[in-house]
């Protein structure tokens, strides 16, 4: 039985790590999402969402001429990352707000490319996120998540994960979930997945959405 998460529960968990987020999670976490950068095409006037945007941990990393459009659960979050948006001088275009990433409020085949860093794992319904996820990026257009993802059946890691979860969801994310399994469950074409962050416990997974 996969362990779940509690949507209450996060959104005030993940408030109460917002002043400090970058210095709990950024030595381990922040190598994967410097690195899935390298994935992103650097042509201009692309229009990018960003699941999980968190205290905009990510801001400074978008090309030039970039509209990024940055979402949150937590409130508190998009406070932090509001404030260090305005510090910034990138020539990109950003907006941020609070949303459920359950629930996007924007039109099918809105976005060039969706990023999303150690989010799939923190949600009560993956599979619904990974929908929505598809429902509102461009066909041809890229995805590139970052995550944990539980090891193969069979696995001593994958078993180790299984027991393991219920104490990391206290934490803020579940560690039993095949989430390039949910992925590709939800119709995203998966094309290449590489691991990062300490000891390769990270995926970075490009996939699209088929035209």
């Not at 937590?74 to 359950?102: H, W």
């Not at 996120?129 to 429902?135: A, H, I, Q, S, T």
Request: proline content about 6%; aromatic content about 10%; charged content about 20%.
């Amino acid at each position: 039985m996969k362990c779940r998460v509690c949507p209450s529960y996060m959104e005030k968990l993940y408030s109460f790590y917002s002043p400090f987020y970058d210095h709990i999670f950024g030595h381990l976490l922040a190598p994967g999402r410097r690195r899935a950068f390298h994935y992103l095409e650097r042509r201009p006037h692309q229009k990018i969402l960003e699941i999980g945007v968190g205290p905009g941990s990510t801001l400074e990393f978008y090309p030039p001429q970039t509209e990024v459009v940055g979402i949150d659960i937590s409130p508190a979050m998009i406070e932090q990352a509001k404030a260090k948006a305005q510090r910034l001088n990138s020539g990109c275009r950003f907006t941020l707000q609070v949303m459920d990433a359950a629930k996007l409020e924007f039109p099918d085949n809105t976005f060039d490319a969706l990023m999303s860093a150690y989010v799939i794992t923190t949600v009560s319904d993956p599979h619904r996120v990974c929908r929505e996820m598809l429902r509102v990026v461009k066909p041809g257009g890229k995805f590139i998540v970052v995550n944990h993802t539980r090891s193969d059946n069979g696995n001593y890691w994958g078993r180790l994960e299984d027991l393991l979860a219920p104490v990391f969801v206290r934490i803020g994310f579940t560690t039993d979930l095949d989430v390039i399994g949910v992925m590709k469950e939800a119709g995203i074409v998966i094309d290449q997945v590489i691991p990062c962050n300490l000891f390769n416990t990270g995926r970075i997974i490009l996939g699209h959405k088929e035209a």
